[in-house]
């Protein structure tokens, strides 16, 4: 047992904590590995960042998606393990197909995805035409481009929700719910007064995760847009990709990732607070 704690740990310092440190003291320098550089900055980075309209640009962004998916994905899963859970033939069924797409590989999905959303050939506009609406540029849209990339996401994603809360649905005393039909309640009255209370531990677990997951998101941006059309993608990960990969300003790279480290940290306190003090 000591011999498999001592290895968790050295795992955990070697891969975990090292980087984080390291990072958080190169975010001090001006750091160009490529050219040999690394000379002591101080704060000046951070004051940099703090005034420069790009990182509060790519950090809106960033919450725009966080928030946008994270809603999307706890409602329509949700919605639709409750929707299972309510069935009593092909349930295992209905899970499984539901959960298929979260265990693709993301880059297989973005590129299937990305022929989806093209403007002239693409099966969404298709389906548009056929519909009577006219044909859209999606991805070359700066106005639809992050919102196709969300859609995209929660469509990938959403079983992960769905197999939690079909889980937690399961756990539910079915005397709670015999209880409340004898007390005259309807089915939408025994969800929202049975149901949700009961599977708030879960709902924070699934909000709390997805908020942690999709403030750092950078696979399918990187994939369907780069970033793109102009900035309209470009959140902060994608602009530590571009600092530390392209113009190799590992310096900045490290500011950008402890500040992201940082909102990360706020946020999920906020999201745990607000979800588990509702429980409460």
Request: hydrophobic fraction near 55%.
């Amino acid at each position: 047992v000591v011999p498999v704690a001592i290895g968790v740990l050295a795992f955990y310092l070697t891969f975990m904590v090292f980087p984080i440190g390291y990072t958080f003291f190169g975010s001090f320098f001006d750091w160009r590995p490529f050219q040999g550089q690394f000379v002591f900055q101080g704060l000046t980075h951070y004051r940099e960042l703090l005034r420069d309209d790009a990182f509060y640009r790519g950090m809106g962004i960033n919450l725009t998606f966080m928030l946008g998916v994270v809603l999307a994905r706890t409602i329509v899963g949700l919605a639709i393990a409750a929707a299972i859970a309510a069935i009593r033939v092909g349930s295992q069924f209905f899970r499984a197909v539901y959960f298929l797409p979260v265990v693709a590989p993301m880059i297989s999905v973005s590129l299937l995805w990305t022929w989806i959303y093209h403007p002239n050939y693409g099966l969404a506009n298709q389906l548009m035409n056929l519909a009577g609406l006219p044909s859209l540029r999606w991805l070359k849209d700066p106005d639809l481009a992050l919102l196709g990339i969300m859609v995209m996401t929660v469509w990938k994603e959403v079983g992960y929700a769905v197999v939690i809360f079909l889980a937690a649905l399961a756990g539910v005393p079915r005397s709670l719910y015999e209880a409340a039909k004898i007390d005259g309640a309807n089915g939408w009255n025994r969800f929202w007064h049975v149901s949700l209370p009961s599977i708030r531990p879960a709902t924070t677990f699934v909000v709390v995760t997805s908020a942690i997951t999709y403030l750092q998101t950078f696979g399918q941006i990187y994939i369907m847009t780069k970033g793109g059309p102009g900035t309209s993608t470009t959140t902060t990960v994608y602009q530590i990709y571009d600092e530390a990969f392209v113009l190799f300003d590992f310096g900045t790279a490290a500011t950008l990732s402890m500040l992201l480290f940082a909102v990360v940290g706020i946020m999920t306190f906020i999201n745990f607070r607000f979800v588990s003090g509702r429980a409460s």
